[in-house]
């Protein structure tokens, strides 16, 4: 059993699938007769990730996640199947990257007292030098 060490992760030879479809876009005649498009599934059910990571890699696969717990990733840009293939390999890689940054919590803060008190009365000074320059009331 093979298994690819990807961004820090053990995936196993059988979660990677690999299919080749005609792909559309530049190549004159040549796309018509090769398929140069790259279609990359990664089998979550098949991987042995932790429930957070895996949590976490759902929600940034978004619309290329399917029921069946796959993420597709179409690699379509490049003319030859061997750069689509590595390119469909490197989003695969970022993606999982991604997963694997956990992000730093925000701390809830609120301003002091002082700078409370420093912003109302810079307030009340622009509130008076707004009212200096209106006309003077006549009683």
């Keep these: 059993m093979t298994i690819y060490t990807i961004a820090g992760q053990q995936i196993p030879a059988e979660a990677l699938k690999w299919k080749f479809v005609r792909s559309m876009g530049p190549g004159g005649q040549n796309v018509n007769k090769v398929a140069t498009a790259v279609e990359l599934r990664l089998d979550l059910n098949t991987c042995c990730f932790s429930t957070a990571y895996r949590r976490r890699l759902e929600l940034l ?3 290329r996640l399917n029921r069946a717990g796959e993420i597709i990733i179409f690699a379509r840009a490049q003319r030859t199947q061997a750069r689509n293939r590595e390119d469909g390999m490197d989003r695969l890689r970022a993606l999982l990257s991604e997963a694997g940054r956990v992000r730093k919590r925000r701390l809830k803060t609120k301003p002091s007292r ?9 307030k009340q000074r622009l509130g008076q030098k707004k009212q200096l320059r209106r006309k003077p009331r006549i009683d």
Excluded: E, F
């Design 61 to 63: 696969a978004g619309k």
């Design 114 to 122: 002082t700078a409370l008190k420093a912003r109302v009365q810079r």
